[in-house]
């Protein structure tokens, strides 16, 4: 999504209007998300805490990248530059490892 500038816009706009097209994106891109969803998590138990800490790590790129287009500095984060973006993926993985090393029914809190 960082290369892709328009689509940034067209996530942005979606957050402000609501009509025919944009509950027409939704739907697709839910049904992409649970298209990926199904093939990332077994459906034998899978925690529930894992899957929305996934979602919710998902929302909070999709907020970042949409602001960086109008903010340089984010929590302390340079959000245009590489280095920043860097330490975002890194802070990425260590709460999914976190996530993972939980027991499946184990619930995040």
């Not at 816009?9 to 891109?29: C, F, G």
């Not at 998300?33 to 998902?58: H, P």
């Amino acid at each position: 999504l960082r290369t892709r500038p328009l689509t940034l816009k067209i996530m942005a706009w979606e957050m402000v209007e609501s009509n025919e097209l944009t509950h027409e994106l939704e739907a697709v891109r839910e049904l992409r998300i649970l298209e990926i969803m199904s093939l990332v998590f077994n459906q034998d138990g899978t925690s529930r805490a894992l899957r929305a800490g996934i979602m919710l790590t998902g929302a909070a790129l999709s907020y970042l990248l949409i602001r960086s287009e109008h903010i340089d500095v984010y929590g302390g984060l340079m959000v245009n530059s590489e280095e920043g973006w860097a330490e975002i993926e890194s802070g990425i993985r260590g709460m999914i490892r976190g996530l993972v090393g939980q027991a499946p029914d184990q619930s995040v809190s």
